[in-house]
């Protein structure tokens, strides 16, 4: 396996354009999770998914922020308008429940600057 | 919630040994992380130890759990350049189905 697939690799956009960033999970996995990295912040949990359904999205930052999951290999983090703030690099990251999870496998994340 | 604490900052001398600690708050976590970020990538595991166990080697590797105090250090022996990266102590939660992460150290290896 490829391993986590996230695109794209960077990306610059204007304040209140639409953001999409995009992962595929490793295949089999039934975890998928965003996170988000900042120097102030440090790493933060935003959502993430069991079986392609939200378990806790109590750290999306605000309305502007939305998580999809369609199906298992793939999902979607849409920021609508996007804000200089919202600069950040975004990791997905994927596990297997196997009688508990034991490793997170991460992506290599979208460094996202908005301008 | 569950907190997990580190010192954010640690510069050691090339050849030396490397100590990381963290502290956590409560946990039923059935196994403690390292995962080690490089520059420019997604964080990776290192190693773990699970939570009935007080020490692990693995190599330049040693993880000590010490569940009384609540505190899990990582020391990383014959520290080279290659080892500079931020290191990130993690658990799970109580539900075991979400990491917790630590804020990470940036450990600074000087030639």
């Known amino acids: 396996d490829a391993g986590v697939i996230q695109s794209p690799r960077h990306e610059v956009t204007e304040m209140g354009q639409e953001v999409t960033l995009r992962c595929k999970p490793i295949?089999?996995?039934?975890?998928l999770f965003w996170y988000r990295q900042t120097m102030m912040r440090g790493l933060e949990l935003l959502i993430y998914f069991n079986n392609n359904v939200p378990i806790d999205d109590s750290g999306m930052p605000e309305d502007r922020f939305s998580a999809k999951m369609p199906n298992a290999s793939f999902s979607t983090l849409k920021i609508q308008p996007s804000e200089p703030r919202d600069s950040a690099v975004y990791f997905c990251?994927?596990?297997?429940?196997?009688?508990?999870?034991?490793?997170?496998?991460f992506g290599q994340g979208t460094r996202l600057t908005v301008v | 919630g569950e907190d997990v604490e580190q010192s954010l900052f640690l510069s050691v001398r090339e050849g030396d040994s490397s100590v990381i600690n963290c502290t956590y708050t409560d946990s039923s976590s059935t196994y403690l992380y390292w995962y080690k970020q490089e520059p420019g990538a997604g964080l990776q595991l290192l190693t773990y130890i699970f939570s009935n166990m007080d020490m692990k080697q693995d190599q330049r590797l040693t993880v000590l759990l010490n569940k009384k105090d609540k505190h899990l250090s990582l020391r990383i022996a014959d520290t080279q350049t290659g080892d500079s990266a931020i290191y990130f102590c993690?658990?799970?939660?109580?539900?075991?189905?979400?990491?917790?992460f630590g804020p990470g150290t940036r450990l600074s290896v000087l030639p």
């Open positions: 993690a658990l799970l939660d109580n539900y075991g189905q979400n990491f917790v």
């Open positions: 990251a994927s596990s297997l429940w196997a009688g508990g999870i034991t490793e997170a496998f």
């Open positions: 295949s089999g996995h039934d975890y």
